[in-house]
């Protein structure tokens, strides 16, 4: 019954995206809906293909993604903002690989309200009800492909032409797969809080710089977010077969920090970033991840510019919920370098990653592993 209900709701939001422009902007429809676009319709597309070689386990294949962008204001007070996702994957893989399964999906990165508290656009706290987006809300390395019902409160503290500084507030449910969670009769509801501040600072034209600190607590953490983690490096515990129960808490803090520098010209600049996670609950050498990124890139010429993203993360097994982990700021229990080389245009760019982890502490279900990840990337395509 739950998953015939997800699914209507699934495709009854894939609906209201084709059908509530239409109705809105056609003049010979009586049905009169208080909606104005906030901007054009637009969609990102993906293309790429992987390999990854982890030991016993062989994967490779291609994969598609398109999403779709959608926001409207409602009766010049309320922004609607619905975000469906559609995302295919083929190929071949050799025994089981707990990293990237051949799996298709269909799900709503974001579906929500977002209500402001008073009538100052520019400086108004607001409240968003729904499906949130993870990757704008909530700490950075919670997986930016997950998006979790929620209520937020997001509250400017300084609004300057040069500074900014808000602060967030969030009570969400960590979800198993889409917007549902699998468990069993035993399982209590898990939960997320968060509570974060975030800065933006911008020096000069050239140099611009973000700082933010993020607390989260996750409670009553489902049976089969368990057995989905102990393969990517949690400590769990194998109850029985159909039962798997967390041996720690994951409550702690994390720091992030970014900063963008170009020339005058903008012929070529560097980003930075750094992330550090701490579980506080968890005693030292398993608690805590860190992630670096320093990516210099250059105009090549009128048309294409060249992005260079050298990465490194080391991530104990139980800094964050492993299932909920972004893979872009690392995985559990591993040691990553990688490189990214991106060539963009203003309309598509095409990308190629090289991989490599170890595992810092030896478990029966991780192996060292060496990926490859190509990609062709269409954004901003309006319609």
Same mark, same amino acid.
């Given at each position: 019954? /739950?998953?015939?209900?997800?699914?209507?709701?699934?495709?009854?939001? #894939?609906?209201?995206? *084709?059908? /509530?422009?239409? =109705?809105?902007?056609?003049?010979?429809?009586?049905?009169?809906?208080? &909606?104005?676009?906030?901007?054009?319709?637009? @969609?990102? %597309?993906?293309?790429?293909?992987?390999?990854?070689?982890?030991?016993?386990?062989?994967?490779?294949?291609?994969?598609?993604?398109?999403?779709?962008?959608?926001?409207?204001?409602?009766?010049?007070?309320?922004?609607? +903002?619905?975000?469906?996702?559609?995302?295919?994957?083929?190929?071949?893989?050799?025994?089981?690989?707990?990293?990237?399964?051949? #799996?298709?999906?269909?799900?709503?990165?974001?579906?929500?309200?977002?209500?402001?508290?008073?009538?100052?656009?520019?400086?108004?706290?607001?409240?968003?009800?729904?499906?949130?987006?993870?990757?704008?809300?909530?700490?950075?390395?919670?997986?930016? +492909?997950?998006? @979790?019902?929620?209520?937020?409160?997001?509250?400017?503290?300084?609004?300057?032409?040069?500074?900014?500084?808000? *602060?967030?507030?969030?009570?969400? *449910?960590?979800?198993?797969?889409?917007?549902?969670? $699998?468990?069993?009769? &035993?399982?209590?509801?898990?939960?997320?809080?968060?509570?974060? =501040?975030?800065?933006?600072?911008?020096?000069?034209? !050239?140099?611009? $710089?973000?700082?933010?600190?993020?607390?989260?607590? %996750?409670?009553?953490?489902?049976?089969? =977010?368990?057995?989905?983690? &102990?393969?990517?490096?949690?400590?769990?515990?194998?109850?029985?077969?159909?039962?798997?129960?967390?041996?720690?808490?994951?409550?702690?803090?994390?720091?992030?920090? !970014? @900063?963008?520098?170009?020339?005058?010209?903008?012929?070529?600049?560097?980003?930075?970033?750094?992330?550090?996670?701490?579980?506080?609950?968890?005693?030292?050498?398993?608690?805590?991840?860190?992630?670096?990124?320093?990516?210099?890139?250059? !105009?090549?010429?009128?048309?294409?510019?060249?992005?260079?993203?050298?990465?490194?993360?080391?991530?104990?097994?139980?800094?964050?919920?492993?299932?909920? =982990?972004?893979?872009?700021?690392?995985?559990?229990?591993?040691?990553?370098?990688?490189?990214?080389?991106?060539?963009?245009?203003? $309309?598509?760019?095409?990308?190629?990653?090289?991989?490599?982890?170890?595992?810092?502490? #030896?478990?029966? @279900?991780?192996?060292?592993?060496?990926?490859?990840? &190509?990609?062709?990337?269409?954004?901003?395509?309006?319609?």
């Amino acid at each position: 019954m /739950i998953k015939t209900l997800q699914l209507f709701f699934k495709g009854l939001s #894939t609906t209201l995206i *084709i059908a /509530i422009p239409a =109705m809105a902007e056609s003049e010979s429809s009586n049905l009169k809906l208080p &909606l104005k676009k906030l901007a054009p319709l637009h @969609f990102d %597309f993906h293309l790429g293909a992987y390999n990854t070689k982890e030991t016993t386990y062989r994967s490779s294949g291609v994969t598609s993604k398109v999403t779709l962008y959608s926001k409207f204001l409602i009766d010049d007070s309320f922004i609607l +903002t619905i975000t469906p996702v559609a995302s295919f994957i083929s190929g071949q893989q050799v025994s089981r690989d707990p990293e990237s399964p051949l #799996t298709n999906s269909l799900y709503l990165k974001e579906a929500n309200i977002a209500i402001p508290l008073s009538d100052d656009k520019d400086n108004s706290s607001q409240i968003t009800i729904g499906a949130l987006d993870q990757k704008n809300h909530l700490p950075g390395a919670i997986g930016y +492909t997950k998006s @979790f019902p929620g209520v937020l409160l997001s509250s400017p503290v300084l609004n300057t032409e040069n500074f900014k500084q808000a *602060i967030n507030l969030n009570y969400a *449910i960590p979800t198993s797969s889409g917007l549902a969670n $699998s468990s069993n009769e &035993l399982d209590n509801s898990a939960t997320l809080i968060t509570a974060g =501040m975030l800065t933006k600072q911008i020096w000069h034209p !050239q140099f611009q $710089s973000s700082i933010g600190a993020n607390y989260y607590a %996750f409670n009553n953490l489902t049976s089969k =977010m368990a057995s989905d983690s &102990l393969s990517k490096g949690n400590s769990v515990q194998r109850v029985n077969s159909d039962s798997h129960l967390f041996l720690n808490q994951y409550r702690g803090y994390e720091l992030t920090s !970014q @900063f963008s520098w170009n020339n005058e010209q903008n012929t070529w600049g560097i980003n930075s970033k750094i992330n550090y996670l701490n579980n506080t609950e968890v005693k030292k050498d398993k608690n805590d991840g860190l992630f670096l990124s320093v990516a210099p890139h250059m !105009q090549l010429n009128a048309k294409y510019r060249l992005y260079t993203n050298l990465k490194y993360s080391k991530v104990e097994s139980d800094a964050m919920v492993a299932v909920f =982990m972004d893979n872009a700021y690392g995985r559990t229990n591993r040691e990553t370098n990688s490189i990214e080389l991106k060539l963009e245009s203003q $309309s598509y760019a095409f990308e190629i990653e090289f991989s490599s982890s170890k595992i810092i502490k #030896t478990n029966p @279900f991780q192996n060292k592993d060496q990926s490859i990840f &190509l990609s062709l990337e269409l954004n901003n395509v309006a319609f």
